[in-house]
């Protein structure tokens, strides 16, 4: 079972729009991790938020942690096409073997 | 500084088969952790390894074991191989304390 479910499955915008995904959890987390994949390659760590913190920011990334819903979002700003791949968030229950639990991904199609 | 680094990029076996995957973490990183993503899906943890030994366990059979080796690099090795085991294999290594992974490319697995 997956910790993590992401909203919406898949999303298809023009390249320069803004593009958002959801992500909820179901238990208490120590903090919460997006990744992105291309084409069925490795994950590439975006950005880590904890459980403490209610917004990041990276470049045209931008996340937010809700832990009364248990929720986070992850807004990219400015889409570009490079920006095409699977989107994944993935939470860190803190226990000891820093097992990460991943949803089952956004997939994002920016068109040019 | 090297990545993570996997090898074969892809294999094909039969079922009933043993198969060994393997990795090597990125320099400096003495925990790796492996994975497997089914297709269209999230990655599911498998286990982790620090100093040699195991170290957190997700939930697969006996028949999904592992290695680490002194130069921290890693072996998974899958005995009895089933249809459903076919999967990109994906292996994470980072240094004890740190929370960011970093992944490999993967190893897709097609068992027929």
């Known amino acids: 079972s997956q910790q993590g479910e992401e909203d919406p499955q898949a999303l298809s915008i023009q390249e320069g729009e803004n593009a958002t995904m959801n992500c909820s959890y179901k238990?208490?987390?120590?903090?919460l991790q997006w990744y992105r994949q291309n084409s069925g390659r490795g994950l590439v760590h975006l950005i880590l938020?904890?459980?403490?913190?209610r917004e990041k920011h990276s470049g045209r990334l931008r996340v937010t942690l809700d832990t009364s819903k248990k929720s986070s979002s992850l807004l990219i700003t400015a889409s570009r096409a490079a920006d095409t791949a699977s989107y994944f968030c993935a939470t860190d229950l803190g226990a000891a073997g820093n097992k990460l639990t991943f949803g089952g991904g956004t997939r994002v199609l920016v068109k040019p | 500084e090297t990545g993570v680094t996997q090898s074969p990029t892809h294999l094909i076996k039969t079922r009933g088969q043993q198969v060994t995957l393997r990795c090597s973490s990125q320099s400096g990183h003495n925990t790796v952790s492996w994975y497997q993503q089914a297709l269209g899906q999230g990655p599911q943890f498998i286990f982790q390894?620090?100093?040699?030994?195991?170290?957190g366990r997700g939930n697969f059979p006996p028949r999904f074991s592992g290695l680490q080796f002194p130069n921290y690099s890693s072996e998974l090795n899958v005995n009895a191989l089933e249809l459903d085991d076919s999967a990109l294999y994906l292996c994470a290594s980072r240094s004890v304390g740190v929370t960011e992974q970093f992944f490999g490319p993967g190893t897709r697995l097609t068992v027929l």
């Open positions: 238990t208490s987390i120590n903090n």
């Open positions: 390894y620090y100093r040699e030994e195991e170290n």
């Open positions: 938020i904890r459980s403490n913190e």
